[in-house]
């Protein structure tokens, strides 16, 4: 798999019954406390290998160190990656460090599978039900925490969020029959759907009503509290995505807000969709069926009320 489907992660075949699956993330801090940095951005790079269906192996440190940093803070962005990292069951094996003007920290991740097993975005079929692991908005509470909009109270429940490894929604998933998966990250809810409507050939509707939001999030939308890359994936999408009239442009923009270490997108057929918000439930993911899969029409995703 390379750049045609715009998987997660590119999957390069060792042999017949092994292939290995790459990938790279990294990005400025999206919160204050290092330590919390670090967890929130392995547990992003993490991600990419979980939306593939497999478990990671080996990590290697990327970081951009500022001279204000100190080395106590980095230290806690290195220990708040290596807590998730050794959660996640792999290793960290060196990595690489360079001086920068911003502080800037990920990972790249690789990990091994057999071919039949990987889970791609471009599987889903008409028929298949959507569902979402994680709420949208982390990107607008975290524009709010840096204005002092909301305080770092109201911004916890998207820090834990992010901070928790999409392993355990995979782990779940894997007990039903998943035909496509990706994790939403910087192109949105929508950006990402779009891609695996694209790769699929497929339509998907989403039912306004059934997306989960963090709390305080569509009220500062309403505000106009978004940050600037949604409107560049509204831009980028325009075209694509086709919204009911009684949508709300506030409501659009939290679908367009990009995410930072967002949920899983899993397409699945329509009999194990409530199996697998039940298996998700009980692996204490909150999730819900957002949408379902119909034959290509004229947009490749569209959102109802």
């Known amino acids: 798999m390379g750049f045609d489907t715009r998987d997660d992660a590119c999957v390069y075949r060792v042999r017949d019954d092994l292939v290995l699956i790459q990938t790279v993330d990294f990005f400025p801090p999206i919160v ?41 803070e980095v230290a806690a962005i290195l220990a708040g990656c290596a807590e998730k990292v050794l959660e996640s069951g792999a290793v960290i094996a060196g990595g ?4 920068d003007a911003e502080p800037k920290y990920g990972l790249t991740v690789s990990a091994f599978i057999h071919p039949d097993l990987i889970w791609s975005n471009a599987g889903a079929r008409p028929g298949d039900v959507l569902v979402l692991t994680k709420p949208l908005g982390n990107g607008i509470l975290a524009t709010a925490a840096k204005r002092d909009i909301i305080s770092q109270e109201a911004f916890k429940p998207a820090i834990a969020a992010m901070s928790t490894l999409n392993k355990y929604a995979k782990e779940a998933a894997q007990k039903t029959r998943v035909h ?53 994936n509204k831009l980028y999408l325009s075209k694509k995505i086709n919204f009911a009239d009684n949508i709300s ?57």
């Open 32 to 72: 204050d406390d290092p330590f919390e940095f670090g967890q929130i951005a392995a547990a992003n790079a993490l991600s990419d290998i979980y939306a593939m269906g497999a478990d990671p192996s080996v990590a290697l440190n990327i970081l951009c160190v500022p001279p204000c940093l100190t080395p106590d």
């Open 249 to 305: 442009e506030p409501f659009k923009a939290i679908l367009f807000d990009p995410q930072t270490s967002g949920g899983l997108l899993i397409s699945v057929p329509e009999d194990d969709g409530n199996k697998l918000v039940e298996n998700l439930k009980e692996a204490g993911v909150r999730a819900s069926v957002v949408g379902y899969v119909r034959e290509r029409g004229r947009f490749f995703a569209e959102v109802v009320a």
């Open 180 to 232: 496509s998966c990706t994790d939403i990250t910087g192109f949105g809810f929508l950006g990402h759907a779009y891609e695996m409507a694209e790769a699929s050939d497929c339509t998907f509707f989403f039912d306004s009503g059934a997306i989960p939001l963090f709390d305080e999030v569509l009220d500062l939308s309403t505000k106009g509290v978004v940050p600037g890359g949604a409107e560049r």
């Open 96 to 99: 690489h460090s360079v001086e």
